[in-house]
Nanobody, 128 residues
Framework: QVQLVESGGGSVQAGGSLRLSCAAS????????MGWFRQGPGQEREGVAA????????FYADSVKGRFIISRDNAKNTLYLQMSTLKPEDTAMYYC?????????????????????WGRGTQVTVSS
């Protein structure tokens, strides 16, 4: 059974930084595409970033490009999201997701339906 557990959320002022982590259990983690999604109050869950199993390709939402970096440490079964220059509009619950696919694919990396497992989320609040 695959479990994903997020951590690292919190409250920060605009312009600050946070690093989210997602600890994955299950031996198949190393061969799966992993992604980060977020859902703000009254909003749809949206894709933030994704990374292929080998870490060779990454994808980002336009709203976070240049500010967020997704990475993974397969030896530790851990996914990361380094968030910098945070804005109030980044306030959301952030979710880690895993997909039965080595690659994430540019046409589907941000689709919720592409992912097979989800964590419970970690809250990020950015104040102005």
């Amino acid at each position: 059974q695959v479990q994903l557990v997020e951590s690292g959320g919190g409250s920060v002022q605009a312009g600050g930084s946070l690093r989210l982590s997602c600890a994955a259990s299950g031996y198949v983690y190393r061969t799966w595409c992993m992604g980060w999604f977020r859902q703000g109050p009254g909003q749809e869950r949206e894709g933030v970033a994704a990374i292929a199993a080998g870490g060779g390709s990454t994808f980002y939402a336009d709203s976070v490009k240049g500010r967020f970096i997704i990475s993974r440490d397969n030896a530790k079964n851990t996914l990361y999201l380094q968030m910098s220059t945070l804005k109030p509009e980044d306030t959301a619950m952030y979710y880690c997701a895993a997909r039965y696919s080595y690659d994430c694919y540019s046409y589907s990396w941000s689709h919720r339906s592409s992912y097979n497992y989800w964590g419970r989320g970690t809250q990020v609040t950015v104040s102005s």
